[in-house]
């Protein structure tokens, strides 16, 4: 367990639907990065809060977006879903922002839009 | 951009045996982090086993360690005395110094033989 929660654990939607994934660091990390997982990209880099403010954005669509609230706790909202979103969604904590401390991931969030 | 490249889609292990997984990354920075993630049929991501790019010894973490070869751009994951327990996706990632996201390459399935 790696301490990193991520609630629902599955979700399926439909086409067009807006959802909300809800991740809750571990105790202490003030960094939180989301990736995204498919098959057909692999695992990619989607942004990255560091205790509150957006530090770094990566192959995030206009359609997503997320923000991570004054208890550190962060959200990624994924809006007139696709059925190419169709994907686990990872969060990730660390420590800090330096080289050495490694990421942490969540147990992630399986999505389907069908 | 950073690359990492896992040429290796699958490897077949016997069980006590040592397997050794392929890793290149490709980068133009001179601080850089490496990183080895396992991940189990159940989807978690598990890191392993940490490099920094000035470490001069290569990183060892149990059963793990980093064969780390600078000048090749090379960082092998070794996993001594397989265990059933090890079959999963592995996977190698990068990140450099002032970029926060982690870059991951494609992965490599093992499977442990009893």
């Known amino acids: 367990d790696s301490g990193v929660t991520q609630t629902p654990k599955h979700l399926i939607t439909a086409t067009g639907q807006r959802v909300t994934l809800r991740c809750s660091p571990r105790?202490?990390?003030?960094?939180v990065y989301w990736y995204q997982q498919s098959l057909d990209q692999g695992l990619q880099f989607l942004i990255q809060y560091y205790n509150g403010e957006e530090r770094a954005k990566g192959n995030i669509l206009e359609r997503f977006s997320a923000q991570q609230f004054p208890d550190l706790h962060s959200e990624l909202n994924l809006s007139s879903l696709e059925l190419g979103d169709s994907a686990l969604y990872f969060c990730?904590?660390?420590?800090?922002?330096?080289?050495?401390?490694?990421?942490?991931f969540g147990p992630g969030t399986r999505l389907t839009v069908t | 951009a950073q690359k990492i490249t896992q040429t290796q889609p699958g490897m077949f292990v016997q069980e006590k045996e040592a397997v050794t997984l392929d890793c290149t990354y490709d980068?133009?920075?001179?601080?850089?982090?490496l990183f080895w993630y396992k991940q189990p049929s159940s989807g978690e991501m598990i890191f392993l086993i940490y490099?920094?790019?000035?470490?001069?010894q290569n990183a060892t973490e149990g059963r793990y360690s980093l064969n780390f070869q600078k000048a090749r751009k090379s960082a092998n994951l070794v996993i001594s005395a397989s265990q059933l327990g090890d079959s999963a996706m592995y996977f190698c990632?990068?990140?450099?110094?002032?970029?926060?996201?982690?870059?991951f390459g494609a992965g490599t399935t093992v499977t442990v033989r009893a």
């Open positions: 990632a990068m990140r450099v110094v002032n970029d926060y996201k982690l870059s």
């Open positions: 105790s202490g990390d003030l960094s």
């Open positions: 980068t133009s920075d001179q601080s850089y982090g």
């Open positions: 490099q920094g790019s000035y470490d001069e």
């Open positions: 990730a904590s660390s420590e800090g922002q330096a080289l050495t401390y490694e990421q942490y």
